[in-house]
Each structure stands twice: as structure tokens, then as C-alpha cells.
């Protein structure tokens, strides 16, 4: 199935008290090339989100926003400094007997004093939470390859076309060659005759003459190849595997067949057939540059 390398993706739930939302979106890159975007406090999960889209895309610049709410989470640890709460106790009592009958001190009043009491955030399991973010992850890239498979089906009809659309002037241009050949030896014909002022003319030299212009004009191995270009073009439309680079690599041989013709052959319907057939390859090479 082939892929477009454009694309969005969104998912948002809820895992262990946390409001994850992950959002990915793509555009076309010769390679993979993967940003990932955390809040500062979940930077340690960067690597494993990385790795994540790594194994699911295979190239295109990709950006992944993750955004956390994380207040229904936040656990926090009470701390006493009991050394200094006996000391802050100790002072309060003497004071208090510098002035006469000592009077009740509360463990409120003593909490209210300096570093008494500590608040600090609970620890967290840095890996449950990496995992967390992966699974919302996942539902995010499910949504994403989602709507890179329609905008790519799209691009496989388009190229399926113009393939069908190749085939059919490869076949006029080998239908056409073997004529031009017929035309050049009755031209050689007519043009000996005209020099020579006879009627009469050495037809041997007619046949070689024929001969090596018809060497030089064939293309019969351009079109087979071209042919073969096609097909493999075919299969990879229909595989399952990401093939946007050899379609990229293999469209510019199919290129090359196409000019080699067009230097080859010195005939106006055969050139008008490659011209048409080149800019088919064209629009074909235009749209493989957004296939994954």
C-alpha cells in the first residue's frame, strides 16, 4: 500500500492520572527526519517517542507535539526536620520562661517556622510514564498512517495511469520504428536513382545502407527495458513496503529510456510520442517525491 509522506495525526487520553495529547503532522524529507517536542519535565521520553516513530515511518520530515496534563498526578511528600522542630521547641520554651509560668507551645506554631516542613513531588516511574506517552502515541500514528493511506491510494490511481499511459506510446513508437526504416531505404532509393540518373542501382548497397541506419535507429532494447521499468513500477505501487526512494531511483532509468529513443530516432510521430511519454515521466517523478 503505497504512502503519502504528508500527513496529521491527534490522540488524546488519559493514563495514570495524566491528560496526554500527542500530535504528529509530516511533510515531504528525503530521509526521516523525526523532531519531538516535551514538556521540560518529560524530556527523559524523547528517545523512546524517537524510536517509536521510527519504526513507523521510514522517511519525511516528521514534528511530534506532546503536551501533559499532569495535575490530577502530582503526589507531593511531607518532610519534617525533627531536630529542628525540637530546636525551634526548645528556644520557644525559654523565651516563654523569660517571662514568667510557661505557656502551652503547639506543634502548629512550630510547623509554621523555616524548613520545619519540606513539600517536594512524590518520584515518579520515569519508564511507566515513557510507556504512557508511547501508547497515546500509538493511537496518534494509527490516525496518521490512516490518512497517509487515502492521500497515497490517490497518488497510486494518478501514477497507474500514467504508467498505462506510457505503455500505450512505448507500444506506438515500437509500431512506428520498423516504418521509418521501410521510408529511409525507399528515400535512399529514390535519391540514388536521382543521382545516378538510372533506373538501375546497386541494390546490395541499398541493403547495407538500410541496414546501419536501421542499426542505428532500433530501440528495441530502450523499449524492453522501458517495459520492465513499468512493471517494476507496478509492483511496487502494490507493495506493502515503503518504496518511494526505488520508485524515485527506478523512474529516472525509465527517463533515461526515453531519451535515448528520442536521440535515436529521427522521426517526427516517434518524436512527438516521446515528447508526450517524457512528460509523463515527469508528472510521475513529481508525484513519487511524496510517496513514503
Given at each position: 500500500m503505497v504512502k503519502s509522506m504528508t500527513g496529521y495525526g491527534r490522540a488524546k487520553e488519559t493514563k495514570s492520572n495524566r491528560g496526554i495529547t500527542v500530535e504528529l503532522r509530516s511533510v515531504n524529507?528525503?530521509?526521516l527526519d523525526c523532531t519531538v517536542k516535551l514538556p521540560r519535565a518529560y524530556i527523559f521520553a524523547e528517545d523512546a517517542v524517537k524510536a517509536r516513530?521510527?519504526?513507523a515511518i521510514s522517511r519525511g520530515k516528521v514534528d511530534v507535539f506532546v503536551t501533559i496534563d499532569s495535575t490530577g498526578a502530582d503526589e507531593a511528600v511531607v518532610t519534617v526536620n525533627e531536630g529542628l522542630a525540637k530546636a525551634y521547641h526548645q528556644a520557644l520554651r525559654r523565651i516563654?520562661?523569660?517571662?514568667?509560668?510557661e505557656e502551652e507551645i503547639s506543634a502548629a506554631t512550630i510547623a509554621k517556622f523555616p524548613d520545619v516542613l519540606t513539600v517536594t513531588k512524590a518520584e515518579e516511574d520515569l519508564e511507566s510514564i515513557a510507556a504512557d506517552i508511547c501508547a497515546v502515541l500509538e493511537q496518534a500514528?494509527?490516525?496518521y498512517n490512516a490518512m497517509r493511506a487515502v492521500e497515497g491510494e490517490k497518488l497510486a490511481l494518478d501514477i497507474g495511469a500514467r504508467l498505462d499511459t506510457i505503455e500505450l506510446l512505448t507500444g506506438k513508437?515500437?509500431?512506428r520504428s520498423p516504418e521509418?526504416?521501410?521510408e529511409y531505404r525507399e528515400k535512399l532509393t529514390a535519391r540514388m536513382q536521382e543521382v545516378l540518373q538510372s533506373t538501375t542501382i546497386?541494390?546490395?548497397?541499398?541493403l547495407t545502407e538500410a541496414a546501419i541506419y536501421a542499426d542505428k535507429v532500433a530501440v528495441d532494447e530502450e523499449t524492453v527495458r522501458l517495459r520492465s521499468h513499468v512493471s517494476q513500477l507496478r509492483d511496487m505501487l502494490a507493495s506493502n513496503e515503503p518504496m518511494g526512494r526505488k520508485m524515485d531511483f527506478l523512474i529516472q532509468e525509465v527517463n533515461r529510456e526515453s531519451n535515448t529513443i528520442g536521440s535515436k530516432c529521427n522521426d517526427i510521430a516517434i518524436a512527438r510520442d516521446v515528447v508526450a511519454l517524457k512528460a509523463e515521466v515527469e508528472k510521475i517523478r513529481e508525484q513519487v517525491q511524496n510517496i513514503e
Open positions: 524529507n528525503r530521509y516513530v521510527q519504526k516563654s520562661g523569660l517571662f514568667g509560668p500514528l494509527k490516525n513508437v515500437e509500431q521509418t526504416v521501410k546497386d541494390e546490395a548497397r541499398i
